[in-house]
């Protein structure tokens, strides 16, 4: 077996442990793997399995990340000194001053500027926000560190 093949390398190397992650073993070895550029055939071969077993440990794989990042953008989330929400109707060029000013109000600094914060609360707010528009409620929150999230009220944007 080729050793470029082998991802306890890689796994060792960046410190995983499956005590403390959301992902097994394998699921680690799979994304490392592909990681490393391997499609899913070479890995079936390496690990003994079939191609359609990769692909459904890979994508459990990617899916335990994606909860893993969602819950941990939750969590930021709740300890925001700064929540705004956003109500569906509102133009989007009307959320940095609301952001500006609730953050004034907390004491909290934001290092963006309108423009900027504008494009960020576009590009996460997914098909909540079309154009100049808020299509539904979303909730701006920023950490004590001025991190800036944007969330749904009322359940996830899937992005």
């Given amino acids: ?9 890689l796994l060792d190397r960046i410190g995983f442990d499956p005590e403390t992650s959301v ?5 680690a070895e799979v994304l490392a ?4 550029g391997h499609a899913q055939a070479q890995i ?22 994606r909860k893993a990042r969602e819950t941990v953008a939750f969590a930021e989330a709740l300890r925001a000194p700064v929540r705004l929400a956003v109500e569906r ?9 609301m952001v500006y000013e609730a ?11 309108a423009p900027e914060l504008m494009k ?8 909540a926000v079309q154009g100049r528009k808020v299509q539904r409620s979303i909730t701006v929150g920023v950490t004590s560190e001025g991190h ?10 899937d992005q």
């Fill in 1 to 9: 077996m080729s050793e470029r093949l082998d991802p306890d390398p």
């Fill in 23 to 27: 992902l097994t073993r394998r699921q």
């Fill in 33 to 36: 793997l592909r990681e490393q």
């Fill in 44 to 65: 079936a071969d390496r690990l003994g399995t079939s191609r359609a077993n990769i692909s459904s440990i890979e994508a459990s794989a990617r899916e335990n990340v």
């Fill in 89 to 97: 109707g509102t133009d989007l060029y009307d959320v940095p001053r």
């Fill in 103 to 113: 953050c004034d109000d907390a004491g909290v600094k934001v290092n963006r500027t």
């Fill in 120 to 127: 960020l609360v576009s590009d996460e707010a997914g098909d």
């Fill in 148 to 157: 800036v999230q944007v969330r749904p009220t009322g359940g996830r944007l």
